[in-house]
C-alpha cells in the first residue's frame, strides 16, 4: 500500500503512515525521496515507547500537513493526559517536522520521546520494483545533529537531521527528555536536509530538483498560480472543486530543475515518476494549455534542449529523437539503468510537434516556432528514417537495449501490454496504432507551421502529401474488416495485425486519421460495454485474452486516455459520446474525493458502484490531474480560430451550467460559458 | 599526437553553423583539472556557430568544473555528462541549461553503435 499521508514539493515528497510514521514493507515507496534516492526510510515517533495513534490529519498545504495523536494505549475508557502534533512540511530544500507535546492534567508530566530514524538511500527509478540492497552507510552523530552518508565511488548522497530542542543523540535516532508543566506544551522541531554532494562538496539538489523555496514564497507562488489560471464555477458545484483540486495538484507537482531551463516542469506521479518524462509533460501541457500556457513552453524547450543528436544504443537514442526521461539516481548514475537520459519512447517525438501547433494556435507565441525549426525538423526525419524500421512509412520500436531498456515504447509501456487478441505477445519491431496517428497529426501541423512561419511552402507540400499517403496507407494495412476495428498495432517480425481490440484507437480519432465513414465504428467499439465500463474506456476490451480489470495497461482505465478519446470523439462530432466518457470520469474524481489517480480498476460500474482502486497507482498523477482540465475544454468545445476563441458546447446531462472565466490567449482574456440539463431520462 | 580534448575541442570550430545552437548566445567556460594543472578552454556560441579559445580570462554564462580523465571519457563517448554529474564528478555553475544543451549537441555518443536496425531493405528486397 502506498503511502496514506502524503506532502511534496516538485520532485520531493515524504510518504508516511497516517500517524505520521515511516517503517518498511518491503515493497513499500514510503520515505522521503528526492532525486529518486531515499534520504529517510524510518522515522518513527514513541512518547514513553508507545506508538501514536492517528486522531486527525489536516492537510493544510500540499507541502504541509499537521497530524494530531494520542499514545496507543489511550482509548474511550482510559483518557489521555497527553497528546502529540506533528506539523511536517516540506520546503526550503528540508522536510521540517514538528513535534509538540500537550500536557492535559494538572500535573506536571516527564515524557520520554524517541525518533527512530533510519536511511536506505534506494532507488526508487525502477518502477515497481523495489530491489532491496544493502548500500553501504556511514552514520555520523555530534551533540545536535545525526547524519547517514551513501558513498559509492564519488557519489554521495548525504541526510543531514538535527533538532532544535536538546538531545541525546545516537547512530539510530534522537531521544528526548519532555518536562511539560501542566497545561502547557513541550515541542521540538527536527529538520532533515537531503543532499547530493558533489566535488568541492558543493550540494547539487538545487540543480537537479530545483532551487529551495521559503515557505512564504511558496504560498506566494502558490496564489499567483491559481489566480492566474481561469475561474471555473459549476452547477453543481462537484465539477469546480475538481477543477481546483487539479490546480493545485500540478502546483504541487512543478519543479524547476535547473539543468532543464528556467520553465516549471511537472513531474509525472508520486511515488513512481518523480521527474520530467516527455510523454507525460507534453499531455499535461496540453491539457493545460487553456487554463496554463506557460507548463506548454516550458515542456517544448525542455524537449528541445535534450533532443537526440548521435547514436546511443544503451540509451535508444538516435538523432532528432525526443527523450523518454531524465532520472538522478544511482542506477541511473553507475548506467545500471539507461536513464541519464533515456529516449526510449516512440511518441514523444511526434507529440512534440503536435503540442508546438498546438501552442501556438492557443497562444499566437511566433517566436517559439521559429526558435524551435531545426528541432521539429529534426523530429520530423527521425520519423521518417531511424523509426521507420520496416521501410514501409510507419513509426516502430524495437529497443537497441536488451536488459534495461523497454520492451514497449508507446504510452502503454508496460512489458505485457500490446498483445494479440488470443493472448501472443508480438514479435519485433513492433508498432502500435495510435503512434500512427500522431505522425499524422504532426505532419499536418507542422505543414501549417512550415507555410506560415518557415517561409518554406515546399515543405509544407511534402509535408502534407506524405500525411495524405500515411492517412491512406493506415487505414488499408490496419483496419481489421471482420471486426470492422482499428488493430492496436503490427508486429513487423510475423507481418501480421496485432488483433486484439483496445482503447489505442480513440487516439486515431484525435488525431483525425480516421475516415468519416470509419469514425462511426470506432465510436461504437469505445462506448461498447467491452470497453466502456461506465466510468471509462478500459486500455483493453473485456474478452481480451489478457484482459484483467486490474491489469495496469490491459484493463484498467486510465482518465488522461478517456479525456483525448473524449477530445477525439467531438473532433468528429459525436458529442453525446464524448459527454459520457467526461461524465464518466468526472463523476469517478468525485469519488477519489477530487483527485483521478494514474489508473483505476476496469470492473463495470454497475457491479461495483464505486470506482475501485487500482493498487499503486500514482497519485497525484500529472496526466489524471490535468484531465479534468481537457475534460472542461472538451465539453465546452473550445478551440481556437486564429485571432478568436471559439465554443461549441455539448454539455452531458448531470452538469446543469459551466463557466469558465478569464481564459488566457491570442485574444486575450475571454470568457466561456455553458448551460445543459441536471437530468433527464434516455 | 594530439590527446583526445584537445582534438575534440579543435573540432568544433569547423563544424559550422549547428542549427540547434542558433538561439543560445553566450559561452561557457571548462574548467579540466589535472594532477598539478588546470586547463580551461572557453567556448562561444553566437548564431549557431562555436568559438573556441583557450586558457584565457574571460567571463562566461556557465561553467563546468570535472577531472581531465573523466572529460576525456566524455569526449570519447565512454560516459555520458549527466552520469558523471549524477555521481558528482562534474559541477555545473551559472546557466546550467546551457550545459545540458551542449552534452546532447556537441558531445559524441559511444564508439561503438549498432544504431536502428532498418529492416526497410530486406523487406523490399
Not at chain 1, 275 to 304: E, K, Y
Not at chain 1, 496 to 501: G, K, P, S, T, V
Not at chain 2, 50 to 73: C, G, I, K, L, Y
Amino acid at each position: 500500500m502506498i503511502g496514506e499521508l502524503r506532502v511534496l514539493d516538485g520532485s520531493t515528497f515524504m510518504l508516511s503512515r497516517l500517524n505520521g510514521d515511516v517503517d518498511l514493507t518491503p515493497d513499500s515507496p514510503n520515505g522521503l525521496i528526492s532525486l529518486d534516492t531515499r534520504f529517510i526510510s524510518k522515522w518513527v515517533l514513541t512518547v514513553n515507547g508507545q506508538r501514536l495513534r492517528m486522531l486527525s490529519v489536516n492537510q493544510l498545504q500540499y507541502f504541509h500537513v499537521r497530524i494530531a495523536a494520542v499514545p496507543e494505549r489511550a482509548t474511550l475508557y482510559l483518557d489521555t493526559n497527553l497528546s502529540v502534533v506533528r506539523s511536517r512540511k516540506l520546503a526550503a530544500g528540508c522536510l521540517e517536522e514538528e513535534v509538540t507535546l500537550v500536557n492535559h492534567c494538572d500535573q506536571p508530566l516527564e515524557a520520554h520521546v524517541r525518533l527512530e530514524i533510519d536511511a536506505d538511500f534506494a532507488d526508487l527509478s525502477e518502477p515497481r520494483r523495489l530491489i532491496p540492497t544493502e548500500r553501504p552507510c556511514v552514520r555520523g552523530v555530534d551533540e545536535r545533529n545525526l547524519y547517514f552518508c551513501h558513498r559509492r565511488e564519488s557519489f554521495q548522497r548525504l541526510t543531514a537531521i538535527t533538532s532544535t530542542a536538546p538531545a541525546e543523540v545516537d547512530s539510530e535516532g534522537f531521544s528526548f527528555v519532555a518536562l511539560v508543566p501542566p497545561h502547557e506544551e513541550w515541542s521540538t522541531r527536527i529538520t532533515v536536509r537531503p543532499r547530493a554532494i558533489a566535488l568541492d562538496g558543493v550540494d547539487i539538489v538545487s540543480d537537479l530538483a530545483g532551487p529551495a523555496v521559503p515557505e512564504f514564497q511558496k504560498l506566494v507562488d502558490l496564489r499567483k498560480w491559481i489566480g492566474d489560471a481561469p475561474v471555473v464555477n459549476s452547477t453543481p458545484e462537484a465539477l469546480a472543486k475538481i477543477y481546483q483540486r487539479s490546480l493545485v495538484d500540478l502546483a504541487a507537482l512543478r519543479y524547476q530543475p535547473l539543468m532543464l531551463g528556467e520553465g516549471y516542469l511537472i513531474a509525472a506521479g508520486l511515488p513512481w515518476f518523480m521527474t520530467a518524462r516527455s510523454r507525460d509533460s507534453i499531455f499535461v501541457a496540453l491539457q493545460a494549455l487553456p487554463f496554463a500556457p506557460s507548463l506548454a513552453m516550458a515542456t517544448l524547450r525542455t524537449l528541445a534542449i535534450s533532443q537526440g543528436t548521435g547514436y546511443d544504443d544503451f540509451r535508444d537514442e538516435d538523432p532528432g529523437r525526443m527523450i523518454l526521461e531524465f532520472r538522478y539516481g544511482e542506477l541511473a548514475a553507475f548506467e545500471e539503468r539507461p536513464h541519464s537520459p533515456y529516449y526510449g519512447c516512440v511518441d514523444a517525438t511526434p507529440l512534440f510537434v503536435v503540442l508546438l501547433d498546438e501552442y501556438e494556435r492557443w497562444t499566437g507565441d511566433h517566436e517559439l516556432v521559429r526558435l524551435l525549426e531545426p528541432e521539429v525538423r529534426a523530429a520530423l526525419t527521425w520519423i521518417d528514417t531511424c523509426a521507420d524500421l520496416m521501410g514501409d512509412g510507419y513509426l516502430w520500436y524495437e529497443t537497441r537495449n536488451p536488459h534495461s531498456g523497454l520492451v514497449n515504447q508507446g504510452w502503454k509501456d508496460a512489458p505485457l501490454a500490446i498483445s494479440y487478441h488470443d493472448g501472443r505477445l508480438p514479435g519485433f519491431p513492433r508498432t502500435t496504432c495510435e503512434l500512427q496517428g500522431y505522425a499524422y497529426d504532426a505532419k499536418r501541423r507542422a505543414a501549417r507551421l512550415a507555410r506560415l512561419y518557415w517561409d518554406d511552402p515546399e515543405y509544407a507540400d511534402r509535408l502534407e502529401r506524405e500525411a495524405s499517403e500515411l492517412k491512406d496507407r493506415f487505414n488499408r494495412d490496419f483496419w481489421i474488416e471482420d471486426g470492422e476495428f482499428y488493430a492496436l498495432g503490427l508486429d513487423g517480425e510475423r507481418g501480421e495485425r496485432i488483433d486484439a481490440l483496445a482503447s489505442n484507437m480513440g487516439h486515431l480519432l484525435w488525431s483525425g486519421i480516421v475516415p468519416e465513414d470509419r469514425a462511426k465504428k470506432v465510436a461504437g467499439h469505445l462506448m461498447d460495454p467491452k470497453l466502456f465500463s461506465g466510468w471509462g474506456v478500459r486500455t483493453l476490451a473485456r474478452g481480451e485474452d489478457r484482459y484483467n480489470p486490474l491489469g495496469l495497461h490491459v484493463g484498467t482505465i486510465w482518465p488522461f486516455d478517456n479525456a483525448i478519446i473524449a477530445w477525439g470523439l467531438r473532433r468528429y462530432g459525436f458529442d453525446r459520446e464524448a459527454g459520457r466518457i467526461a461524465k464518466g470520469i468526472l463523476d469517478a474524481a468525485e469519488h477519489f474525493d477530487g483527485r483521478l489517480p494514474e489508473a483505476f480498476a476496469g470492473f463495470d460500474r454497475d457491479d461495483t458502484e464505486y470506482p475501485i482502486e487500482y493498487p499503486g497507482a500514482c497519485s497525484p498523477h500529472a496526466m489524471s490531474a490535468g484531465t479534468p482540465l481537457l475534460l472542461i475544454r472538451t465539453m465546452l468545445g473550445l478551440e481556437p480560430f486564429g485571432p478568436h476563441l471559439a465554443l461549441r458546447p455539448a454539455l452531458p446531462a448531470g452538469i446543469g451550467r459551466l463557466e469558465v472565466l478569464n481564459i488566457p490567449g491570442r485574444w486575450g482574456k475571454r470568457d466561456a460559458f455553458a448551460r445543459g440539463l441536471l437530468s433527464y431520462e434516455e | 599526437m594530439l590527446d583526445p580534448i584537445e582534438r575534440f575541442f579543435l573540432s568544433l570550430e569547423p563544424r559550422g553553423e549547428v542549427p540547434e545552437l542558433r538561439r543560445v548566445r553566450g559561452a561557457i567556460r571548462f574548467e579540466l583539472r589535472g594532477a598539478t594543472t588546470t586547463d580551461r578552454w572557453l567556448l562561444g556560441f553566437r548564431d549557431g556557430r562555436m568559438r573556441v579559445s583557450r586558457n584565457v580570462r574571460q567571463p562566461a554564462d556557465a561553467v563546468v568544473v570535472t577531472d581531465m580523465e573523466s572529460f576525456r571519457d566524455a569526449v570519447e563517448g565512454k560516459v555520458h555528462l549527466w552520469s558523471l554529474m549524477l555521481r558528482g564528478k562534474l559541477l555545473v555553475r551559472g546557466r546550467r541549461e546551457l550545459a545540458t544543451l551542449l552534452m546532447a549537441r556537441i558531445f559524441p555518443g559511444p564508439a561503438d553503435v549498432q544504431g536502428p536496425r532498418l529492416r526497410g531493405q530486406e523487406a523490399h528486397a
